[in-house]
């Protein structure tokens, strides 16, 4: 039997890698993103916004691929990606 708790071992952040932007930018800004649920699905019958927080490049000014990877339904134009060769 595995032992089902993930036991999260003393964290040094001086050993663990700065995460980038793929424009190369690594200083990012807070901010958040609202969802509207309509009152059709809305468990309240009212209409609910509901925000999602999410992080912005400074440099490029767009979510980082590897955030927008946890929030699935960020809208592409939105997402800071590797550009295409060409
Ligand atoms: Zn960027």
Redesign the pocket.
Known sequence: MQNEQFQTPQLDMNQLPWVS???G?MIFDSGVMVKRLSPLMSPTAKEEILPAEVII?R??G?I?DFYATKIKSIPEELI?KTPNNG
């Open positions: 932007c793929s424009c930018g490049c440099s490029c767009k980082p800071s």
